[in-house]
């Protein structure tokens, strides 16, 4: 019962939570791939060590008169 109940909480806490850790990747998503706001690690190499790349998300899509969302990188510490 316990082990029932603290899967069922830690499941919880990780739903109410999905924005607390970024996704990793290998490499940056293509174009379209991201939501606007979404924010994903790529661990390619290009920051250097100790330091990974943020990517934001935008588009880069126009269609139906939207405004154009850059996306964005930096490189941040790990």
Known sequence: MRT???LLVGLLIGIATPGASAQVLKREPPMGALREGQRVLV???T???GRIK???GGNHLEAGGFKRVKRTRRCISR
């Open 4 to 6: 029932t109940t603290s």
């Open 43 to 45: 661990d390619d190499g």
């Open 47 to 49: 920051c250097g060590r």
């Open 54 to 56: 943020e990517v934001m």
